[in-house]
């Protein structure tokens, strides 16, 4: 059965660093844009990062670009996130997410909506 599995979570001061990785079991990645996204308790899902599926287009929203890169290897069939400079804001449970189409869809930080596939989430805390 297909799954994306996030890994990489953990506890961080602020400041610190993180990466992220999002396996994508029973996937072809060569033909699935992938995103990430990210729920703080109370708030909704944001998207925060989307990558095409070659990997040469990326997104990021405002709250972490400058910050976070996101990246995917296909042949390992693995997305990753690496996240530094983190704050408390940054504080969540964060999610990978696949797209059945090659490119990130408009408005995507924003539509979760059009991503049918979710790994089960993995908690990041910052906090010193």
């Known amino acids: 059965q297909a799954q994306l599995v996030e890994s990489g979570g953990g506890l961080v001061r602020p400041g610190g660093s993180l990466r992220l990785s999002c396996g994508a079991y029973g996937y072809n990645l060569d033909y699935l844009a992938m995103g990430w996204f990210r729920q703080a308790p109370g708030k909704g899902r944001e998207g925060i990062s989307c990558?095409?599926?070659?990997?040469?287009?990326?997104h990021y929203a405002d709250s972490v670009k400058g910050r976070f890169t996101i990246s995917r290897d296909n042949a390992k069939n693995t997305m990753y996130l690496q996240m530094n400079n983190l704050t408390p804001e940054d504080t969540a449970v964060y999610f990978c997410a696949a797209r059945g189409l090659k490119e990130c869809p408009p408005a995507w930080e924003n539509s979760p909506q059009l991503f049918g596939a979710w790994g089960q989430g993995t908690q990041v805390t910052v906090s010193s």
């Open positions: 990558i095409n599926n070659s990997g040469g287009n990326t």
